[in-house]
């Protein structure tokens, strides 16, 4: 009879297949114990010795360069618009005290109790820098002590800036401390999610129709469909910032360098996931103080006008009409066509609202001037605009055959209910115009009345 | 044809008069007089009556306990408003043993309140101590469902007693994400499936921190569903219940129900891992039942052929029908439903444009329409239903005249069970067992008192097969690592995970075994079956459409090319067969025919766990079992029929024992490797089962590991035989056949559950729809014949070993069948039909079996 061992192993192989491994090659001895491996990663030990994390700090001075900027000029201040990105947040008293940047790196994405965040990063600014504490996990044992620390770092702080943390960090670490049975801190944390923000402002230039509430694989589709309006972290810092990183470790590739480290105790193998961790809070701080910056500042300030509409559209949900309009009419003298559209649109759906409907309409003529060219209402946008023109000239600008050319540049691509809408508006038209005829003719002439 | 009458309005009289119909039929005598309990059959006893039995179970009164001390007042008046002033005695029982924390496990009949066992109590518990959380496993979405209202109900009249609001909620695949949050955080029960907990809640344990904290009591209904695999993945998911509830520091109370199954504590215990009390008596009243064994009649006495069972279970439900009578028809199989579905169709057609009152009913129907003819069953629209054994299980589909069934179901307990699907507290009911030519049919039919008087069938778990186990070692390593001392089950887990270390699995830290995989495991593991993979069945006739679906490992035989696949009567035929994307295009089709695929195995034995010389054969003048006589079996072995083996036993061989006389056989226990392809395939007429034509088919092979019992019959033992070789060869085939129809009934399982192969190849499968057999070709036997009785299972499922320590009585219980049986060379019930089985098979098979079974006085 076969041993235990390797009928097991008959099994277990057949499932996996041949074993993977990763390329990477250790060049060091290995680390003995935690504390071998926080004196090797410069960091020292939390917590009691068997059941300690590995706390690892580092300092970024104020003069500093990050891309464009020093660090120093990162530090957010009170005075900042905060409450135009996210209304709860802005409204916190002393928001600004302490503001702590948070991100963590997992063994997995899947979420359940087996995945582990292993590494959880915090940053903020002090006198002279920016300071990011890092926890890792150099086994299970030390979560505890992580958990305890993190805690006590949420407990002073007065905002928690995340990057997608109200989707992914924030319920992933609930989850760890409700795995160990301790209350968790993060119920009534003053947690601002940065991303929402960001892709208002950077995300594509979609038409207004769609719904503004996405989630991330939505999010994550459009990056990759197009990278000019990419909202990852990393590509943020690129274009935003202009902070290019060397020899990063790629997202796909750190719960794998994790194992390994658990595997051989190899600490080099995790130092690059350390300094992604890192970057990514620099840049989040970055990138925020950023946002907040241009959001103060204005319109005048963007690079680009494709950052004016995204500006517009933050401040139109906000609830600042004033200064969206400001926002979308400059950008409408953009060079690039989609931007351009997607302001005029915006800012004729805005008009509207604020009842400037001359206004609006004409926002809506120069729309179809750009996408319409004679070819009817082919696109959405084009549809939506003499849609909306119809309306306008039917029942504010009262001109009926206005109206009526461009309800019939509707008809030729309706179809499914729009079709009948389409059709009934013609026909009403029609019965209105036919009457006026019959009005004029017998000299009634009761809109020329009104 | 002729129209269905409307519902009897006397149904009481209506079934009396169908029952005497039958028996006046076939014995022109009723015996109605005021039987015992179990009345004597009728006498004399010809040797082929075609009622051979019938048994009148006397209606029984009901036993009451008033409600028992510390029972919270909400809940009696709540109990009381729903018109319970008291408790039936087992009920009663129940609820005590629960109340004073004691794990119980409920055995009762259909209808008995057993619900009322573990809702009573566990509503008191949440009424005392709001914080207080159960979860209830169903072995299905739709039983979950069934009681969720019922509870619900419940709750709110004790809610309206002032016990507080109680959150009930069923918790499954079905629910949606956005409510899923807030079940979790209200819910003080939870009905869910064990489906469920293994890839939904248990990887989740934190986010159901709550539950997990609270939990005092878990339900296990239908206990008894799980046996074999399911039965064994429960057995590890348990394991992992517990270990999370260790983690999180609560210890529940188990509350199982369970039909009549011969080890209902043994298999809780099993599958929980904790002592359990047992309540058995029920109190509940019963009405007066009528349970009738009908062995269709031999047709052809020299080939032992007899009328087709099928045949003869639509004339029984014709009866019942024809007098406004509501039945259900169980079929043993999906083919032989779809086909008894259409029989009962052609003659009572439904009115044009009027709904189906004869409807099939198994799994592989998509839900909707299985709840709709649940709904039809219980309004009473459905007048017959003709259900596999998806029926079985507890789901509410109201009270039935009469349960007919077409075929031994295979376990005495599983014929209880579909015998209790028709019954009413205080009406009359019929159950009617119809035989078919299959040799435990004919051994049931034949033998009524095994059937009337033996204890049910044990069920039988594995939850150490390895693959099982590994399975659910890695899901509960994701859940909660483990630490380096930790027990999980009976095997030794601290091998298993340094095993899964070696894989990259899993890696031991500061004295845990941390997951070291971003994947999710549970997700890569099913319960139902070894495998998690299906096919869809696609139907082309009116756009696409998915008509239904199969489990992967009989998908192959069911639905490849030219297949004939039916539902509710309606066939279709495959067109093509998508191996690789797991589907199947099928059309509508006007045929007369239906399709049995014809499937070609080959065994090799990969390693020995266990050998054995029947205690009886020990040979007298050794003294002992000595490896010597362990090996003379291993060298008689035919080695290039089976392939390489490795040499397990490790002692170098001895001298053939031939010259010792006549050596007994060997049998062992031990691991093998099972390749089947599907080969071909015939096309059967229906209602004649003549065939009419066949299809060759070139498919992918399949394969597993499993484990099976094997048994050599030694080359002396062969040669002794005073028959031609080839009548030996048709002996050691009849053997064969009567074996694999008699381990089933020592076994609590289904044929299926074990594969048949001689020398490594295989038999062809009988198929009880085809009714004859014909073996398309005869294999040349080794000098010593090996018969292999397998786990049909990947990994096995624990019903090898059994088999092996039970090998005399498996030996026993085949020559009673075989010498028992009354044809004179053999027939479908014993060696297999005369035509396939050859001549002299039953003579050989049996002069076999003495010199087996034999004392030592043989050698």
Known sequence: ?450 | MASLPAPASDKDRSLQVALSRMLAEYEAAVREEAAPAVAEPPAPLRQDLHVTAVRRLAPAQAQYAPFPGGMDPRLEQALRARGLDQLYTHQAEAIEHVLAGRNVVVVTPTASGKTLCYNAPILQGIVQDPSTRALYLFPTKALAQDQLAELHQLAERIGGAGGGEIGVFTYDGDTPQDARRAIRGRAHVVLSNPDMVHSGILPHHPRWAKLFENLRFVVIDELHAYRGVFGSHLGNIMRRLRRVCRHYGSDPTFICSSATIANPRELAERLVGAPFELVEKSGAPRGEKFFLFVNPPVVNAELGIRRSYLAETRRVAIEFLKRGLQLIVFAQSRLSTEILTTYLKDEFPAHPGGEDVIRGYRGGYLPLRRREIERGLRDGTVRCVVSTNALELGIDIGSLDASVMAGYPGTIAGTWQRAGRAGRRNGRSAAILVASSAPIDQFVVRHPDYFFGASPEHALINPDNLHILLDHVKCAAFELPFTSDEVFGTMNVQEILAVLAEEGFVQLVDGQWQWTQESYPANAVSLRSVTSDNFVVVDLTHGERVIGETDFTSGPSTLHEKAIYLVEGQLYQVERFDFDNRKAFVREVECDYYTNAITHTKVTILDTFATGLPESATIDDSGSRDIGALAAGEEMDPGQALGTRPSALGSPSVEPASAQGPVPSACFHGEVHVVSRVVGFKKIKFYTNENVGSGELDLPEQEMHTTSYWITIPPGMMAGLPYSPADRRDGILGLAHAMHNVAPLLLMCDRHDLGLSIDGLALEGASRVGGSRRSAERPELSAAPTVFLYDNYPGGIGLSEPLYSMHDELLARTRELIDGCPCKSGCPSCVGPEGASGPLAKAVASRLLQILTAAPAAA
Request: aromatic content about 8%; overall charge neutral.
């Open chain 1, 1 to 450: 009879m076969r041993d235990l061992t390797s009928r097991l192993r008959s099994i277990v192989r057949q499932d996996v297949g041949s074993p993977r491994s990763l390329t990477y090659v250790p060049e060091l001895p290995v680390a003995r114990d935690a504390e071998d491996v926080a004196a090797r990663l410069g960091g020292s030990l939390v917590g009691r010795k068997g059941s300690a994390c590995i706390a690892i700090d580092t300092v970024w001075d104020d003069d500093h360069s990050h891309g464009r900027r020093r660090v120093s000029s990162y530090r957010l201040e009170a005075s900042q618009p905060l409450g135009l990105f996210d209304r709860r947040a802005g409204a916190l008293p002393g928001w600004a005290e302490r503001v702590v940047f948070f991100d963590v790196e997992t063994t997995g994405l899947s979420g359940g109790a087996g995945t582990v965040a292993f590494l959880v990063g915090c940053g903020w600014f002090e006198a002279g820098g920016f300071r990011v504490r890092q926890f890792l996990l150099a086994g299970p044992a030390g979560e505890k002590a992580l958990l305890e620390s993190l805690a006590e770092i949420f407990d002073e702080a007065t905002l928690v800036v995340t990057y997608n943390g109200r989707s992914f960090d924030v319920p992933l670490m609930e989850t760890r401390w409700a795995f160990h049975r301790t209350a968790s801190p993060t119920d009534d944390l003053p947690h601002f999610d940065m991303l929402p923000p960001a892709r208002r402002l950077w995300g594509a230039v979609r038409s207004a129709a769609r719904s503004s509430s996405r989630d991330l694989h939505d999010l994550l589709d459009s990056d990759v469909a197009d990278p000019r309006s990419s909202c990852t972290l990393t590509s943020l810092e690129r274009t935003v910032l202009g902070f290019h990183r060397l020899h990063d470790v790629p997202g796909f590739e750190i719960p794998a360098r994790y194992f390994h480290f658990l595997r051989t105790g190899d600490p080099a193998v995790v130092a690059g996931v350390l300094e992604h961790n890192r970057h990514d809070l620099l840049s989040l701080a970055a990138v925020t103080s950023y946002a907040l910056w241009l959001a103060e500042e204005g319109p005048l300030a963007c690079r680009e006008s494709r950052e004016q509409v995204g500006l517009g559209r933050l401040y139109e949900r906000a609830g600042d009409t004033g200064r969206a309009v400001e926002a979308y009419e400059l950008a409408t003298s953009a060079d690039e066509h989609d931007v351009r559209c997607a302001a005029l649109e915006r800012l004729a759906v805005l008009l509207r609202r604020s009842a400037r409907y001359d206004e609006a309409a004409a926002a809506w003529t120069r729309v179809l001037e750009l996408v319409g060219r004679g070819r009817g209402a082919a696109t959405p946008l084009a549809r939506r605009a003499a849609e909306a023109l119809a309306i306008h000239h039917e029942h504010r600008a009262r001109d009926l055959s206005a109206a009526k050319r461009y309800a019939e540049a509707l008809k030729p691509d309706a179809t499914g209910r729009f079709r009948q809408e389409v059709a009934h508006r013609l026909d009403r038209l029609d019965r209105k115009l036919s009457g006026k005829k019959r009005r004029a003719e017998t000299g009634l002439n009761w809109d020329a009345a009104e």
